[in-house]
């Protein structure tokens, strides 16, 4: 069983062969044998490129090679300087951020105050973490080009937490004019500042996206940290090569085809392991917590009962077992802020975690009024890490008694439909699989699953729960670490009572690359692919 470091939590609240599938993928002018080229498969095809707009990990990534932060955090825990430094007022009301030198938009332009100041609002009205400081922000001031002022309405202990955030939604910067696309819609451009431009005429989704370094980048001058420090290039471009089949990229990844791969499947390890060129290692050592989301606007799982009930037949082992099977990578977990945790309980957890639940699933489903309405769940085809979870849920439901409709697309499709708030007939959906890192998970600030805002700026599944906000909002107000435990705990059980989301456990996923890159990164937030370098 795999046991994450409480020391450091404790700090942060079909076969082909290879050859010829990888020599099928288009070339161009720009990728000649001169230039120095990463090669990787990454967990899923890159479709959405707005990383504001959906909370996807495909678009984070995407978001990292050609954005940049104002803030970020290091290895050890601690938030840096990246775009900006700070002061803060005694009275604790006033952030001041002050823009370092160099920074200069992919088109030359050069980053403004105005420019973050609008990125950090579209950011603040749909990630969680931002609605909630959003709360507490009094207004933005810019009296200067390159000097950001934050005004607080009262003092906020997650300020710079959240400008920090390592995942999902991040925090990315981007120019005004793209910024102030509304954020329920993509932005129409990839402009950054960060050390990788994107290759627009290169993209083809479900084929391949490239990027260039970027030569006018100026890299902080500390060593690489986390996603802090000097984002210095080392290759001159990036490949993401999209191969849905699991075997074909172990293939390439073995034959020298491909340099890095994401998410090998876990019982083709051993293989991996056994290959004098490759490297196996886990770069994000907090792991991931897979989870089920309920949409909360159209029938079935609009009423509670039927929620509880649905919660009653799902247990975490048999998905565990069906997704990474090795116990040493997996570990069954109630805690929705995360186990080994200062905020970890089981409380509300209970028939998860035991595998008890379903004869009082049958007997709930039956008094709950369901009337036989089939639910409708999106499955991903092509996610190593996401396709198990919906055929073994999708089993436990037809066991108690719900008509199940499994929809199997690719994770993209997933991605896009899961914002439709129109009924199934519509395009609609009534439940889905994802997974985050635990950095994403582990208090109720950053957990964008317990939030209550419904439609008014909730997460895909929309759940309304004024008391969960109220509670959130006293959790963040509180003066001990005592007072925040007692809360969390509330929150949890509140969240598991209304089946705001259902907690699937927790894993490890290793990532393999040849052994010509050396400078891969750990951390919360991976992979990234500044200061990794290639030889040969």
Same mark, same amino acid.
């Given at each position: 069983?795999?046991?994450?470091?409480?020391?450091?939590?404790?700090?942060?609240?079909?076969?082909?062969?290879? /050859?010829?599938?990888?020599?099928?993928?288009?070339?161009?002018?720009?990728?000649?044998?001169? !230039?120095?080229?990463?090669?990787?498969?990454?967990?899923?095809?890159?479709?959405?490129?707005?990383?504001?707009?959906?909370?996807?990990?495909?678009?984070?990534?995407?978001?990292?090679?050609?954005?940049?932060?104002?803030?970020?955090?290091?290895?050890?825990? @601690?938030?840096?300087?990246?775009?900006?430094?700070?002061?803060?007022?005694?009275?604790?009301?006033?952030?001041?951020?002050?823009?370092?030198?160099?920074? $200069?938009?992919?088109?030359?332009? %050069?980053?403004?105050?105005?420019?973050?100041?609008?990125?950090?609002?579209?950011?603040?009205?749909?990630?969680?973490?931002?609605?909630?400081?959003?709360?507490?922000?009094?207004?933005?001031?810019?009296?200067?080009?390159?000097?950001?002022?934050? @005004?607080?309405?009262?003092?906020?202990?997650?300020?710079?937490?959240?400008?920090?955030?390592?995942?999902?939604?991040? +925090?990315?910067?981007?120019?005004?004019?793209?910024?102030?696309?509304?954020?329920?819609?993509?932005?129409?451009?990839?402009?950054?500042?960060? %050390?990788?431009?994107?290759? $627009?005429?290169?993209?083809?989704?479900?084929?391949?996206?490239?990027?260039?370094?970027?030569?006018?980048?100026?890299?902080?001058?500390?060593?690489?940290?986390?996603?802090?420090?000097?984002?210095?290039?080392?290759?001159?471009?990036?490949?993401?090569?999209?191969?849905?089949?699991?075997?074909?990229?172990?293939?390439?990844?073995?034959?020298?085809?491909?340099?890095?791969?994401?998410?090998?499947?876990?019982?083709?390890?051993?293989?991996?392991?056994?290959?004098?060129?490759?490297?196996?290692?886990?770069?994000? @050592?907090?792991?991931?917590?897979?989870?089920?989301?309920?949409?909360?606007?159209?029938?079935?799982?609009?009423?509670?009962?039927?929620?509880?009930?649905?919660?009653?037949?799902?247990?975490? $082992?048999?998905?565990?077992?069906?997704?990474?099977?090795?116990?040493?990578?997996?570990?069954?977990?109630? !805690?929705?802020?995360?186990?080994?945790?200062?905020?970890?309980?089981?409380?509300?957890?209970?028939?998860?975690?035991?595998?008890?639940?379903?004869?009082?699933?049958?007997?709930?489903?039956?008094?709950?009024?369901?009337?036989?309405?089939?639910?409708?769940?999106?499955?991903?085809?092509?996610?190593?890490?996401? $396709?198990?979870?919906?055929?073994?849920?999708?089993?436990?439901?037809?066991?108690?008694?719900?008509?199940?409709?499994?929809?199997?697309?690719?994770?993209?499709?997933?991605?896009?439909?899961?914002?439709?708030?129109?009924?199934?007939?519509?395009?609609?959906?009534?439940?889905?699989?994802?997974?985050?890192? !635990? /950095?994403?998970?582990?208090?109720?600030?950053?957990?964008?699953?317990?939030?209550?805002?419904? @439609?008014?700026?909730?997460?895909?599944?929309?759940?309304?729960? +004024?008391?969960?906000?109220?509670?959130?909002?006293?959790?963040?107000?509180?003066?001990?670490?005592?007072?925040?435990?007692?809360?969390?705990?509330?929150?949890?059980?509140?969240?598991?009572?209304?089946?705001?989301?259902?907690?699937?456990?927790?894993?490890?996923?290793?990532?393999?690359?040849?052994?010509?890159?050396?400078?891969?990164?750990?951390?919360?937030?991976?992979?990234?692919?500044?200061?990794?370098?290639?030889?040969?």
């Amino acid at each position: 069983m795999f046991h994450l470091s409480r020391r450091k939590l404790l700090k942060t609240l079909g076969l082909a062969p290879s /050859a010829l599938a990888f020599s099928s993928l288009p070339t161009s002018p720009s990728s000649a044998a001169t !230039a120095k080229t990463i090669t990787a498969v990454m967990h899923s095809d890159l479709r959405i490129l707005d990383p504001i707009f959906t909370s996807a990990y495909i678009a984070r990534d995407h978001g990292y090679m050609i954005y940049d932060t104002l803030l970020a955090t290091d290895a050890n825990f @601690k938030v840096q300087p990246q775009m900006a430094d700070w002061k803060v007022t005694d009275d604790k009301l006033t952030y001041t951020f002050t823009l370092r030198d160099g920074l $200069k938009w992919h088109d030359g332009a %050069p980053v403004t105050a105005e420019d973050c100041i609008a990125s950090l609002k579209r950011w603040g009205k749909v990630d969680g973490m931002g609605q909630k400081l959003f709360d507490f922000v009094a207004g933005f001031e810019a009296p200067e080009a390159r000097t950001i002022v934050l @005004k607080l309405k009262e003092p906020y202990g997650f300020v710079l937490d959240s400008l920090a955030k390592p995942s999902a939604r991040v +925090p990315f910067m981007m120019p005004k004019r793209l910024a102030e696309t509304p954020a329920e819609q993509q932005t129409a451009e990839q402009v950054g500042s960060g %050390p990788f431009k994107f290759v $627009k005429s290169e993209f083809q989704p479900g084929v391949k996206s490239v990027y260039e370094k970027n030569t006018d980048y100026v890299p902080r001058k500390e060593p690489a940290s986390w996603l802090a420090g000097g984002k210095v290039v080392k290759v001159d471009r990036v490949e993401w090569v999209t191969m849905p089949d699991a075997q074909t990229a172990v293939n390439a990844l073995q034959a020298g085809d491909i340099d890095f791969l994401e998410n090998p499947p876990f019982e083709m390890l051993p293989v991996l392991r056994a290959n004098p060129e490759l490297t196996i290692d886990t770069l994000n @050592k907090f792991g991931f917590q897979t989870y089920g989301r309920m949409n909360f606007l159209i029938p079935p799982f609009d009423s509670v009962k039927v929620r509880r009930a649905a919660l009653l037949a799902i247990n975490q $082992k048999d998905v565990l077992d069906a997704l990474v099977g090795n116990p040493d990578y997996y570990k069954i977990c109630g !805690a929705m802020f995360i186990c080994d945790t200062p905020l970890a309980t089981d409380a509300g957890a209970e028939s998860l975690i035991k595998g008890n639940g379903m004869a009082e699933a049958r007997k709930a489903l039956a008094a709950s009024g369901y009337d036989g309405t089939p639910v409708v769940i999106m499955a991903a085809s092509d996610v190593v890490m996401l $396709k198990p979870q919906p055929v073994v849920v999708a089993q436990a439901l037809r066991e108690a008694g719900f008509k199940v409709d499994l929809q199997t697309t690719d994770w993209q499709t997933v991605v896009s439909r899961r914002a439709s708030q129109k009924p199934v007939g519509e395009g609609g959906w009534n439940m889905f699989f994802t997974f985050s890192t !635990a /950095a994403d998970e582990m208090n109720p600030v950053v957990n964008f699953q317990v939030g209550g805002r419904g @439609k008014n700026g909730g997460w895909f599944g929309w759940a309304e729960d +004024p008391r969960i906000e109220k509670l959130k909002d006293q959790y963040v107000r509180a003066a001990s670490a005592d007072e925040q435990k007692r809360l969390a705990e509330e929150i949890q059980r509140e969240a598991y009572d209304q089946v705001l989301y259902v907690p699937l456990g927790q894993f490890l996923a290793p990532s393999a690359w040849r052994k010509s890159l050396t400078g891969v990164l750990e951390g919360p937030a991976t992979p990234v692919f500044w200061n990794v370098d290639k030889s040969g």
